[in-house]
């Protein structure tokens, strides 16, 4: 079995009960494959096993969002894949920890490695576009939160709610998170990806209003 393969099979088996759909092994696949997009982008070297497994496992351990928890599970995920990665005797363990530290937007680790750079942006980019609108919704409906407000779908008069609605955590958090990227070629495919969420704002909040 090659690395990749065990490392689904773990995915496999520590998620075996959940039902979170934006926390599934195509999020694992897609944050892998945008690992390797930049990489390829950058200048500089990048290790790609550091970024296989730290892709798979970064958030093997898997937090709801209303947990008071949630801050944790980078950590838990890092420890997580330092006892996998032990195991096996592979090396480089704790840059994979601290790869995998550095992309939890919550938690607020500095990356302080290329690895961490690229795994946090490639995760980052899953929050955007029509993916990143899918996972919001997606997120939003396991909360109990709504589409969006019909009379001020774009908060134009009241305070933005995205507990309460969806389509006000774009504004709240989502557009904020392309300012956050590290490399320059996630800059690049997180501009063409807001361009298409502001796209499908206008366009849902003039459907949606009564």
């Not at 609108?133 to 305070?159: H, K, W, Y």
Request: a negative charge; aromatic letters at 6%.
């Amino acid at each position: 079995m090659n690395l990749q393969a065990e490392l689904e099979a773990e995915v496999a088996a520590q998620w075996k009960e959940q039902t979170d759909g934006a926390h599934d092994i195509w999020h694992v696949r897609r944050v892998w494959a945008n690992c390797q997009r930049i990489a390829e982008a950058l200048d500089t070297p990048v290790d790609r096993q550091v970024l296989l497994i730290a892709a798979y496992l970064h958030d093997i351990v898997n937090v709801p969002k209303d947990d008071p928890r949630r801050t944790q599970a980078a950590a838990l995920s890092a420890e997580h894949a330092v006892a996998w990665m032990a195991a096996r005797g592979l090396p480089r363990q704790d840059v994979v920890a601290h790869a995998i530290l550095g992309h939890s937007y919550s938690a607020g680790h500095p990356c302080e490695t290329l690895e961490a750079q690229v795994l946090q942006d490639a995760d980052r980019l899953e929050a955007l576009g029509a993916i990143g609108i899918s996972r919001c919704f997606n997120v939003a409906g396991q909360m109990g939160a709504g589409l969006v407000e019909g009379n001020d779908p774009l908060a134009e008069t009241r305070a933005l709610d995205d507990a309460a609605f969806a389509l006000d955590h774009f504004r709240v958090k989502l557009f904020g998170v392309a300012d956050t990227l590290n490399t320059a070629p996630a800059r690049g495919m997180a501009a063409e990806r807001v361009a298409f969420m502001r796209v499908f704002q206008e366009t849902l909040a003039r459907e949606a209003r009564v």
